[in-house]
Structure formats: C-alpha cells, structure tokens
C-alpha cells in the first residue's frame, strides 16, 4: 500500500486538510504503507514558499511523519509538480497524439457567449467543440491572430464511468453530465490539477487516494484521463466534510481552521490530532481520547464514518484539558514556558522547581496552553490585577467585611507566616461568613480571581509577604 497527502501551498493548513493528512498517516501506519509527501503548487499565483515551509512545520508538530517527499526522495520525485512539467508533456502530447484531446482557440468571450445561451435555456453549460475539428489552415489563422490554445480533453459520449468508493461505496458518474471535453493545460502551458495528478499517482505508484469527499466530483474526470492513458486507477476512499456547529462546511466564521493558528492558541499536538482522527467513527469501547497507537489498532478505511461530521470547539477544548492534565509535569512545564514568556515574565528569576509547583498545582485549570497567561500572575505579582468578577466581589458587602477581619487580623498579629493557609477558617470564626459568602471574597482579595486550585496549596506558593500587600492594598482600595 501506497497513500499520499498532497497540500497546495496557497495558505494555512487547514483543519479539513489536516484531517486528510492525519488520516491517510494513520492508515499508512496501521498497514506498514509507505506515506508521500506531494506539494501540488501549479496555481503559479497563489502558491508560495512561505506556505509550502508553514504546512511541513504543521504537519511536523502533529506528528505526523512521511517516507517519501520533498526532503526524502526515493526515485519518484521530484515531489513538487512545478518541477515536473517536463515529465506531464511527454503525456500531453501523447494524447494529442491519439486524437484523445485537441487544442482550443476559443477566446473567454466565445466561451461566456456559450455559457450565457445555456443558461438562457435553462440547461447545465457544456463545452460545443468548436475547436475539435479545426482545419491547420484556421489554427494557424488563431495563432496569427495572438491566440494561445489550451488543450481540452476529449470525452467520450454515453461512457459510464463506476468506481467502488472505500467510504460511499458503489458511486457511478456518467461522462454525458460533467460539461463536455474539459481542459487539461492552460493557454499559458500550465497543466491542470485534475490531469497532472493521475500522472502523479501513477508515476509514484499510489494505490490509494483517501481525500475530502469535495474532490468526489473531480473523480469521473480522473478516471477518464486514467483510461485514455491506459493506466491503473488507485483506490479512491472519500472522507466526508467536516462541519461546523450549524452544520455547514467548517470556515473561519466558525471559529480557528487553521492548524498554525491551534498552536498559537495553546493547543497540544496530541490532542489535535487525537480529535481530528476520531472525528466520524467510535473506538470500541465509545472512548473519545486515546493514544495513537490504539488508533491506529482500531480504525481503518471502512470503519470511517459515511455522514459528515461537526466539528465541536468545546470538545477539543475539554479534550486539550484532559491531556494537559495527564502529561509529564516536566514535558509540560516546558510547553507552558513559551506562553508564560509571552505574558511578559522573566522565567530566569524563577527557580525550576518553583516553576514545576505551579504548574502542577494549576495546569489542571487550564484547557489550553495560553490559559497560563491569566494564571501565573497569582504567583508572579505582588498584587496581580483583579478581573471584573474578582473586583466586583471584593466591592460587595461581604467582601468588604471579610477584607476588613483580614486586615485587622494580620495587623493584630494573630495571623503570621506560621498559620496564614488557614485565613479562611480564621475570617469565618471572626465574622459568621459562611459558603460562598466567605470563600469567594477570601480567594477574590487573595488571588484576584474567583475559580482556581485549591486556595490553601496556593497560599503556599504566593507566601505570606505577598498576601500582606495583596489585603493592604485591596483594603485601601475599597474600605477606607
């Protein structure tokens, strides 16, 4: 078995792509395949390097590795289509050849003239091959006259074109309902996807294309081109679209699509790559996180979902949360590190250790990465800004009541650097608050927040200097 991804490079990776990517990994894995790194960059004007390097770094923090590509080439390269142009016209000319395509003079405007009369009649456009009979004495009257041909593929009439879908299933196309003869190169002699690419998956001897189910239509064509060249077809597998909340194509109204833009977030490789592989089927047990190499165990071309499946935000967020969690503490330290940094924190004056403790003690609060950046300042700062919540708290009546029995009881002494975890018990025995009405505002005044850890481990790593000023200056703020 042979699979392969094959990304332009005019952009971001995209979660649609990326779930292609992962797919096809997880399949090649599963069956000892080898995977094919392809860069389809033949749309001269979008593509780019920058987006060519940003796909292979995202590719490369999901983890997903190739055998074959860019930078790995086994003898079926090169892997870049722009590179291979050379190779695409010894095929074109074959089929000019044996009359299985032709070259075409019609200007844009005598096409849309075409297109307009089949719309006016309420038909879908099909091509009226005007070019596929043309006299050499009227080609060289068009070149004359500064035309430059595209090539068009000759259709066959009345040909059924079937293929056996490793997702769908039998699906059947009939050649007379995809617009006639198309085009294969451009005017400019640039090849098109839909041609180069059965070149491609023949040349580097894919055997199975799993892509997204909106490259279906494209498929009919594919075949066709297959069988004028007398070549093998690969085995096609559709994966369904991925959908956004309201169940249409998932775009960036919905939210982040692109790979770089997860990373950026705060969001762990593992467990992107865990929900993107499990979107559209159930494991055995009905588990949704598990490592990858149970995955792979458990999930192969006719285990994915036929339907397509929503992408749920929230659920990759609580699944994010769950692997930050669980991870090595020193692994994890490490990822928060960058993220802290960016909050504009000197880690240098922090010692390991102290550093790890905090983590640990509140990574279980955090569903992504960056969520460090609200956190960490409890510990760093010596009066961290309080959000809206906390300051509204500590404003209220029984904020202020139990601000006020804390200043007096760290001015009177009773509360010190031996006791000072237990100033929730002692506020509560010297004011009668109770429930939410006493630990709200304690964590509020002490944290600057209203959810966290527990308060009484954190005290431990804030110290008893910081909680001093921290009830000073809320005091001044609000009681006096």
């Keep these: 078995m042979r699979v392969r991804f094959a990304p332009s490079p005019t952009g971001f990776l995209h979660i649609g792509n990326a779930r292609t990517a992962i797919i096809n990994y997880i399949i090649a894995k599963k069956h000892n395949a080898e995977y094919l790194l392809r860069v389809e960059d033949t749309d001269m004007e979008r593509s780019s390097k920058e987006s060519e390097e940003s796909i292979i770094a995202d590719l490369k923090w999901l983890g997903i590795e190739w055998t074959e590509g860019p930078d790995i080439d086994k003898g079926h390269g090169p892997y870049r289509q722009s590179e291979r142009f050379e190779i695409y016209q010894k095929y074109t000319d074959k089929l000019l050849a044996e009359k299985k395509a032709y070259h075409c003079y019609c200007s844009q405007e005598e096409l849309d003239a075409q297109r307009a009369e089949s719309e006016a009649k309420g038909i879908p456009f099909t091509y009226k091959r005007t070019c596929l009979n043309l006299s050499e004495e009227k080609k060289k009257q068009y070149e004359a006259e500064g035309r430059k ?220 990465l960056s969520d460090i950046a609200k956190l960490f300042p409890i510990f760093a700062d010596d009066i961290p800004s309080a959000d809206e919540e906390a300051s509204a708290m500590i404003a209220s009546a029984e904020g202020k009541t139990a601000l006020t029995a804390a200043k007096e009881l760290i001015d009177s002494g009773e509360i010190n650097q031996d006791n000072f975890t237990e100033i929730t018990n002692m506020i509560k025995a010297k004011t009668g608050l109770k429930g939410k009405n006493l630990f709200m505002p304690v964590r509020a005044m002490l944290t600057s927040v209203l959810h966290g850890p527990d308060l009484a481990e954190m005290l431990k790593l804030i110290g008893f200097e910081k909680i001093k000023m921290r009830i000073s200056s809320a005091y001044e703020k609000n009681c006096v």
């Design 149 to 368: 041909p595209t090539v068009r593929f000759k259709v066959n009439d009345g040909e059924k074109i079937e293929i056996d879908d490793g997702i769908k299933g039998k699906v059947v196309f009939e050649s007379d309902n995809i617009g006639g003869d198309f085009i294969i190169v451009r005017s400019d002699g640039v090849p098109i996807y839909n041609y180069i690419v059965v070149i491609d998956d023949l040349l580097m001897e894919i055997s199975h294309v799993i892509r997204g189910e909106d490259h279906l239509p494209n498929t009919p064509k594919q075949v066709m081109i297959a069988r004028a060249l007398d070549m093998p077809t690969p085995k096609y597998a559709h994966l369904p679209l991925v959908l956004g909340p309201d169940k249409k194509k998932l775009s960036k109204r919905h939210g982040i699509t692109s790979v770089d833009l997860y990373k950026q977030e705060g969001y762990l490789p593992e467990a992107l790559m865990n929900y993107i592989a499990v979107l559209g089927w159930s494991s055995e047990t009905g588990e949704e996180i598990l490592p990858l190499e149970e995955i792979i165990r458990q999930i192969d071309i006719d285990r994915l979902g036929k339907s397509s499946a929503v992408f749920d935000f929230v659920k990759l967020r609580w699944m994010n949360a769950a692997y930050i969690r669980n991870y090595d503490l020193k692994k994890i330290t490490s990822l928060f590190k960058p993220f802290i940094e960016k909050a504009g924190y000197d880690l240098s004056k922090f010692s390991e250790d102290y550093i790890e403790t905090i983590i640990s003690s509140i990574r279980g609060n955090c569903e992504l």
